[in-house]
């Protein structure tokens, strides 16, 4: 007996979607947002890929290395996107990644060139206030510390903007480190899992500044026409973040992967970095109007293999001061 066309369209589908072959990136939970990238990156890379790409959120950006760590070579995803240079040391002593094989990006303010981890965004790590709140913010961490202001961070151990405060305070003060951080205990009235739980409290009014991004004032004038949110300026100056993807060795669609990599330096993905990531983009391309304000006057960035030297000392004087 024949099937009709209709039947046979059905027989057939689920085999066509069979040899759709699929890429897993694993990232960080905002980045997957329905406001983040993730969206507008799948929508333009499935157009031209011809393959279904997978994003799978597994936390903030420091719980992607934890993830990594626990399932090793077992692991199902083809691409990692959300490291950071704080972290990147760690992830290559892993062993499970491969070369990108991509030029190093253009308009990073620092040099940077990895075989194992291309940029794909990058910013400064900045505290974030509202401006009819605190109308005269701490210009150092030294002021920071002998004023009364409250304080939202990120755990470092799960968090890359709270690693990044480690290493900020660490390439800052040396030695000194510790005893900054004894003085800044009693301004942090908590510490969060992530970034976007830590973001919600500050606009909830539960502190008067939050661990952020010197653009982040901008999503608040662009998206919402709120001017009231700005950075304050430190004059140790400021810790660069650089975001990162990197293939893993054990991918079974290496060449999809390879491709994706690629595509995170084009303008298609480039171009919605600014305002769903909210972060500079690594490729030369225009900002939107009213993205930037000012920039700091001196960026402060360790070597990878340094910054992952010392993660666990800074981690450990972090915990000591806070316990207090």
């Known amino acids: 007996m024949r099937l009709s ?5 059905t027989c057939l589908a689920p085999a066509a979607m069979a040899d759709t072959p699929v890429l897993t990136v694993l990232t960080y939970d905002s ?8 969206p507008a990156v799948e929508k333009a890379f499935e157009a031209s890929c011809g393959c279904d790409l997978v994003f799978v959120p597994a936390g903030d950006g420091a719980a992607l290395l934890a993830r990594l760590q626990l399932e090793g070579a077992a692991s199902d995803a083809d691409v990692v996107l959300g490291l950071d240079t704080g972290l990147t040391a760690a992830a290559a002593a892993t062993g499970l990644f491969a070369p990108h094989g991509q030029p190093a990006a253009t308009t990073l303010p620092v040099p940077y060139d990895d075989p194992l981890f291309l940029p794909y ?19 150092s961490f030294a002021d920071l510390a002998a004023g009364s202001l409250k304080v939202v961070i990120q755990d470092p151990r799960s968090s890359t903007p709270g690693l ?34 830590a973001y919600g409290l500050f606009l909830a009014g539960e502190a008067d500044m939050v661990l952020s991004y010197s653009t982040s004032p901008a999503y608040h004038r662009i998206a919402e026409a709120d001017d009231t949110k700005d950075w304050a300026q430190f004059s140790e100056g400021h810790y660069l973040q650089v975001e990162v ?32 990531n909210w972060m500079y983009p690594a490729a030369d391309i225009a900002l939107p109007e009213g993205f930037e304000t000012a920039r700091p006057e001196k960026s402060l960035l360790m070597p990878a293999d340094r910054a992952g030297a010392i993660r666990d000392l800074a981690v450990t004087e972090w915990q000591a001061a806070l316990a207090r």
Do not use: M, R
């Open 5 to 9: 066309l209709a039947a046979c369209l």
């Open 31 to 38: 980045f997957t947002s329905e406001w983040g990238p993730g």
């Open 121 to 139: 965004d990058w910013g400064w790590f900045a505290f974030v206030y509202d401006k009819t709140k605190v109308p005269t913010p701490p210009a």
């Open 164 to 197: 990044g405060l480690l290493l900020w305070v660490k390439e800052a003060y040396g030695e000194g480190a510790a005893e900054i951080w004894q003085a800044l205990a009693d301004n942090v009235v908590t510490v969060t899992p992530g970034w976007s739980e």
């Open 245 to 276: 993807s990197g293939l893993l060795a054990g991918s079974d669609q290496p060449d999809l992967a390879k491709a994706f990599l690629a595509f995170t330096q084009s303008p298609d993905f480039q171009s919605v970095i600014p305002q769903t």
